[in-house]
């Protein structure tokens, strides 16, 4: 089976730094993508992580714990535009290798 | 390199008729997922393909609906005999493969389906 949990919502202040988590317990495990959603809009893909570790793009960061089956996304220096819901999502390992979604997690970006 | 591609954008069909929903993957991208999304609610998982072969149909409902991905052309998904149920945004994404570097997914603007 798999679960893949993240916090429902958040708020932070612009121009802080914020950390959205995600836990994850699938069959297997071939990769964990971070996306941002806009209501009404498609998913844009941020991050994709499949080794142990910190990736940089900007902005934005993402950390893997396979070990602990754990990621976070951590937003630097937050403006209003980045008010949205990210998605937490899993590549599962075993023959299937579907694509699975947390719920997500709001964010709002207040003054 | 043209994104994932996903037409029409807006579908309205009546209870009871057929509703058509075409994803055209990124060049290079054999792998194909379809979602469905209601309202301030997740993205569901309902079927991955590949070219000519469905994967993984776990998601979708056994009735009603069905999928493919044939050798030329673009994925579709076909919902026969449409209920009000069925209103949703179907999302689409794609990626040129599952394992290791290389295998990011990227979504299309998705199908808003409107039964009326």
């Known amino acids: 089976g798999q679960n893949i949990d993240q916090p429902t919502e958040m708020t932070a202040t612009e121009g802080a730094i914020v950390q959205i988590n995600c836990t994850y317990q699938?069959?297997?495990?071939?990769?964990l993508f971070w996306y941002q959603q806009h209501a009404g809009e498609a998913p844009t893909f941020l991050s994709y992580?499949?080794?142990?570790g910190l990736e940089e793009k900007g902005r934005f960061s993402s950390f893997l714990s396979r070990s602990k089956g754990y990621s976070y996304l951590l937003l630097k220096e937050l403006q209003m535009k980045d008010s949205a819901s990210y998605l937490c999502a899993v590549r599962r390992g075993d023959s299937s290798y579907k694509l699975i979604f947390g719920s997500g997690t709001r964010l709002l970006v207040r003054p | 390199n043209a994104g994932v591609m996903q037409n029409p954008r807006h579908l309205v069909r009546r209870r009871g008729q057929e509703a058509r929903l075409r994803c055209s993957p990124m060049?290079?991208?054999?792998?194909v997922y379809w979602y469905r999304q209601l309202p301030e609610e997740g993205l569901k998982f309902m079927v991955y393909l590949q070219k000519e072969n469905i994967i993984d149909e776990s998601g979708m409902p056994k009735e009603r609906f069905s999928a493919e991905f044939p050798k030329e052309g673009p994925s579709i998904l076909r919902i026969q005999q449409v209920v009000r149920g069925d209103s949703a945004a179907y999302f689409c994404?794609?990626?040129?493969?599952?394992?290791?570097?290389?295998?990011?997914?990227?979504f299309g603007q998705g199908t808003r389906l409107t039964v009326v």
């Open positions: 994404a794609s990626s040129p493969k599952v394992q290791g570097a290389g295998a990011e997914a990227f």
């Open positions: 992580n499949v080794l142990d």
């Open positions: 699938t069959s297997g495990f071939n990769g």
């Open positions: 060049k290079g991208h054999s792998h």
